[in-house]
Structures are given as C-alpha cells and as structure tokens.
C-alpha cells in the first residue's frame, strides 16, 4: 500500500522497508471500522504515544507523546473526526529505560549521530541541546570522531551504525535507543547533506 | 594580512567561509534588523525564526551556542548556502555586536579580524 500524501506513515513505511526497528504501531484510518484493532492495541498498556498524519498538512498534526490508554480513544476519534490518520506507537518513557535519543544522518563515508542522553529527540529539535557527536566510519565502523559526553556505549551505537550502514546516503533517521534496543521513528531525505564530509 | 585570533570554535553545520558583522539575535525582531552582510549569532534559532531567515538572503553567516549538522535551520543554511557553525559555546557573550568576524564554516571557526 503507497502513502505517498501521508508523508509520515510513509516514512515509517520506508523504516520497515530497510528493515530498521520501529515501536509497536497501529495506523488507524477509521475508528469506527477499527475498534477492536485499537482495542487490541490498548490492551495491557498504560501509555501509548498518539501521532497524526494529513494530506498535504502534515506540518501541524495534534500529538500526544504520552497518553493514558483510558483518553487514547476518545483522542483518536476526535481528531480522526477533523480527518487525520491515526498513528498509534507504543510508548517508550522519558527516562526509564532509555539511554539516549537522536538523530542518525547518513553520509558518503560516514554515519554521523548527534544525540541527547534523556528526554525526548525534540530537546535536539527544538532546544538545539547536542549532548554527544559521533562519527563512525561506514567502510569499517571505526570511531571517526567524537565530541561531548558518552551518553550511550560506542559498542551499542555501533549496532545502529550497522543497520543504517547500506541505507542510501543523506538521510536523516530520529531514533530512541532504550535497553531493549532501537527503535526508529522517523526518515528523512536531505540532499544538502552532501556538503558535509 | 589582517591578524587573526580565533574566537570561537564549533560545528561545521553547513560549510563555507563568510566575513562580517556581529548581529546578536535574540527575537525575531532582531532578525529583521539584520544588514547586508550580518553575520547572525544566537543562542540557537527555532523555525518560525527561519522563515525570516528564508525572506533575508543579506545574511552571510550564521553562528549558535546549540545545535547541531542536524537540526532545521542546518538544512536550511545548506539549502541557501549560508555558512553556519552550530554548537560555539557562549558565542552571545564572547561576540559583540558589531564587531568584524570571520567565519570559517570549512574548520568550523570564528576569527575576530
């Protein structure tokens, strides 16, 4: 099934395709004929993180990063309502089990990842906080370069480093890093990237 | 040659090299100040900023405290080829407005001239 209008399903999609991990997920297009899927989702949590995706608006969706499975439904009829698909993700806490977050860019020869330890990836988005900058070379996944505090072991980033070494070059993945492994969220094209080295 | 002294050191989010003013930003307001040639320097630029930044092609360079070769206005500085270091701790309080910079965004610097 192509997305191509819903830029974020779409980019989840593109996720799957390369065989990267995302969280457990549920695209909910009609609430009414999808009851018993959101059902079947809520079940056994106490949290779930509530995106949206538009047509041709998917600048400004309504989201919740971390919703009471109770009010979950109820959210996601009203803003189904107003026509935005559903994305419901499993929800992963702010600091309990997480070791970092962040961005993952994609370059000719290397992988590049500028990370925060705690929190959500929208400190680096939105607050501008870079606590880690690391570079791993793509033709042997050797440490390249480094600056800032080690928020996560060199040996777990090399992991990631692995599963996006053979994605296409100049991409940018939003990515959390939990004990349980990684989990990616989102992939971006971003072609100016090949002005960096 | 004009001697110059390393001033601040950073992240090369978007390479190039740009000389000029210090414009201290701090609101949106002050953006829209800028002169030709300004070399802008905040503490770091959220998007609604960027859309001044998009209609104000006299900037030459750009210079923040936070951020990084990720972030939003990263993109958009390759984008509209602006030099940008990111990352240049307390780059508000060591620039001063005004003053002659050089920015080397290829070492990821800024030279007072």
């Known amino acids: 099934m192509k997305f191509d209008n819903l830029p974020k399903i779409e980019s989840l999609q593109r996720l799957v395709r390369y065989g990267l991990p995302i969280p457990a997920t549920l695209l909910v297009f009609d609430c009414g004929k999808q009851e018993k899927e959101i059902d079947a989702f809520l079940r056994g949590k106490k949290h779930v993180s509530i995106r949206a995706d538009k047509m041709n608006d998917s600048q400004f969706c309504p989201s919740i990063p971390r919703c009471p499975s109770a009010k ?11 026509g935005f ?23 000719k020869e290397h992988i590049l990842f500028e990370l925060v330890d705690r929190g959500a990836v929208s400190r ?22 480094h600056s800032g505090k080690r928020t996560a072991s060199p040996a ?3 992991k990631i480093a692995r599963l996006v070494r ?6 940018i993945l939003d990515f959390t890093l939990m004990e349980s492994g990684p989990y990616f ?13 | 040659m004009a001697k110059r002294k390393v001033v601040l050191k950073g992240i090369i989010a978007s390479p190039g090299r740009a000389q000029g ?44 405290e936070k951020g990084g070769s990720t972030c939003h206005v990263a993109i958009l500085a390759r984008e509209f080829n602006v030099p940008y270091v990111a990352g240049a701790r307390a780059a508000t309080k060591k620039l001063k407005n005004n003053s002659l910079v050089c920015l080397d965004a290829e070492r990821g610097v800024v030279y007072e001239i």
């Open chain 2, 21 to 64: 003013r210090v414009r201290i930003v701090r609101s949106p307001k002050d953006l829209l100040q800028a002169r030709q040639e300004d070399i802008i320097v905040a503490s770091f630029l959220l998007p609604d900023i960027c859309l001044a930044f998009r209609k104000n092609s006299r900037i030459s360079g750009i210079v923040t």
């Open chain 1, 85 to 107: 698909t559903v994305i419901l993700h499993e929800y992963f806490p702010l600091r309990k089990g997480r070791i970092a977050c962040g961005h993952v860019l994609t370059l």
């Open chain 1, 185 to 197: 969220y989102q992939i971006q094209d971003d072609e100016t990237a090949s002005r960096l080295s």
């Open chain 1, 156 to 158: 777990a980033l090399k």
């Open chain 1, 124 to 145: 680096l988005d939105r607050e501008g906080e870079v606590e880690e900058i690391i570079k791993f070379r793509k033709s042997d996944l050797a440490e390249a370069e």
């Open chain 1, 166 to 171: 053979n994605i296409p070059c100049f991409k």
């Open chain 1, 72 to 82: 979950a439904k109820s959210f996601c009829r009203k803003i189904s309502k107003q």
